[in-house]
């Protein structure tokens, strides 16, 4: 029986990798970009996009550091505003996190994100 599955990712173009990547291993992912109904096919979208869904199984992609929080989304901030967008990055990988209802699998390449870790 399927199960409902998700791979949120940090940005477009990461789920855009992974889909292509699972159609590379003839598997058939599509890309969603608003919440809706999968049928229980597998997904990938946004961590944005997971708010409000649920999934017998999520797997987030790419927790990396240097990829997680997304460096360009620091850029322009000043120093003492980091915290608060950390802080908006922890809570937006609660979220993408707590889309799993049985099995949560987390992947990294390197080091984990900081904010996995504190």
């Known amino acids: 029986r399927p199960e409902p599955f998700a791979v949120p ?3 477009n173009n990461t789920a ?3 889909q292509q990547a699972l159609a590379q291993r003839d598997i058939s992912v599509p890309l969603i970009t608003h919440p809706r109904v999968t049928g229980g ?3 990938a979208m ?5 708010k409000g869904m649920e999934f017998s199984r999520v797997v987030l992609f790419d927790v ?3 990829s997680f929080p997304p460096p360009w989304a620091y850029k322009g901030v000043p120093e003492e505003d980091k915290p608060d967008k ?3 990055f922890r809570s937006l990988l609660y979220v993408a996190a707590s889309r799993a209802r049985d099995e949560l699998v987390v992947t990294w390449k ?3 994100s900081e904010l996995l870790l504190g």
């Open 110 to 112: 390197g080091a984990p």
């Open 41 to 43: 096919q597998p997904v």
């Open 86 to 88: 950390d802080k908006q």
């Open 16 to 18: 855009k990798k992974v």
């Open 64 to 66: 990396s550091d240097g």
């Open 46 to 50: 946004t961590m944005h996009t997971s």
């Open 9 to 11: 990712t940090s940005t």
